[in-house]
């Protein structure tokens, strides 16, 4: 009697056991996790930012009546960086990635009084980006990028630093044209970065070290020397104005040094990039002079 109990509880186990192998386990989805994964990088592209702020411009241009060469200059000093950028959602069938996240503007220094006092402008945006046949990314804004698009077609031209302009040739003796020139020198000598100007012509390699560097702006400085100029004349005059400074004012300098950095690693184009260096320069001097 108790064999027949043990062989009944043998093929009980055994029965159980075959069951638990046989039962469906869950498929993995690594395409769809892939696929949500790429989206989310599609969200979170520098150059997808650039498009959207220059769709803002563009529609800022739009309303503003008269005066877009302001906003031109600014356009092509401002650098934008969208914080938080997510993917919301996917459109298989157009092949388009929603986004969302705080789009910010940052302004070039000069351009504060414009907007009040602010070093920046933002929004809560939503936005589209397609990938096309040839790979590239295209962003299309969705809702929420008027508060910025109103606030640039609103700027206060008052407020706004002008380009120097060249005055009209007119017939001069030799002794006031070289008055004038003096005079234009002394104006031009305003802005550290015209000042400096005969030294960025000088070949050469950037102020760091361009063997295993992995920051996209790095690679851009090295490999272009008009901005390796510009890196070397900005890390030149920032040790000058460190060592010949108070503690205080080494204080201020050092401390705007990693925002300077920060601005510089957001840039995509060398426009951008040689635009940060000049705008670094004048607030060194700057900086510098009132200490």
């Known amino acids: 009697m108790r064999v027949l109990w043990w062989r009944w509880l043998k093929l009980l186990l055994g029965s159980l056991a075959l069951s638990a192998c046989s039962k469906p386990q869950p498929a993995p989805e690594p395409k769809r996790r892939a696929s949500s994964e790429l989206s989310q990088a599609s969200c979170a592209k520098q150059q997808v930012f650039e ?75 939503e936005y589209g980006v397609q990938s096309t046949a040839d790979r ?3 962003a299309y804004p969705i809702d929420g990028l008027e508060p910025v698009v109103y606030r640039l077609a609103a700027i206060d031209l008052k407020t706004i630093p002008q380009p120097a302009r060249t005055p009209p040739v007119a017939r001069q003796t030799v002794a006031a044209s070289a008055a ?3 005079t234009a020198n002394s104006k031009t000598s305003t802005r550290r970065s015209a000042e400096l100007e005969p030294r960025l012509t000088t070949r050469g390699r950037p102020s760091f070290d361009c063997r295993g560097i ?16 510009l890196d070397r004349v900005a890390a030149s005059l920032y040790d000058q104005a460190m060592d010949d400074s108070d503690r205080e004012t080494r204080a201020i300098l050092s401390g705007t040094q990693g925002r300077f950095v920060a601005r510089r690693g957001r840039c995509a184009t060398p426009a951008c990039v040689a635009a940060v260096y000049r705008d670094r320069m004048d607030e060194i001097d700057r900086i510098a002079s009132e200490g």
């Open 214 to 229: 992995r920051a996209r702006v790095d690679r851009m400085v090295c490999g272009d020397e008009r901005l390796a100029a």
């Open 136 to 138: 590239t990314l295209r």
């Open 180 to 182: 004038s020139q003096t």
């Open 51 to 125: 498009q959207l702020k220059a769709a803002a411009f563009e529609k800022a241009k739009a309303v503003r009546i008269g005066d877009t060469e302001t906003l031109d200059r600014l356009g092509a000093a401002a650098v934008v960086r969208m914080d938080r950028p997510a993917a919301s959602g996917r459109d298989q069938a157009l092949n388009v990635t929603l986004c969302k996240g705080r789009m910010a503007i940052d302004l070039p220094p000069g351009f504060e009084d414009a907007f009040n006092g602010d070093r920046q402008v933002v929004a809560e945006v």
